[in-house]
């Protein structure tokens, strides 16, 4: 047998194991008392744009795509949707302290307005997952009012 040979049969045997490795996967399905539509008024047309474009890396429910089961695929997908948890968590935004919502608002707006969120990567694949110009303003817009109305909660 050759090198060559003996090499693809290690690495196909190699594949065919790490299959068996698998992350855990990021569904809970349970409703969250500190989720941001319980903190803030939410637009449906808005909520919509957030469950399409954020919410598979920024909630603990994520929809997996088919080849999330294909390994090392999902490892990088858990390592992707781990790290935008420890991001921000819209889940979780409730538990937040008032100044780090404000912050979180403000980081939204601005990755959304420089394009690096949702990240390039995940629109390649998730293409419903674009914003266009119009979703944009639409969540900015919303941000703005949600950050007015916490600023004047903060006040009180």
Known sequence: M???KKISLVLVIVFIVIQFIRPSRNTSGNAWPAEIT???SVPGDVQSVLRT???DCHTNNTRYPWYSNIQPLGWLLANHINDGKANLNFDKFGNYSKRRQLSKLKAITNSIKDGTMPLF???LLHHDARLSKENKDLIVNWISGARDSLEIRSKQ
């Open 2 to 4: 050759s090198l060559l």
């Open 38 to 40: 319980t903190q803030f």
């Open 53 to 55: 474009s954020c919410y």
């Open 121 to 123: 990567s995940y629109t």
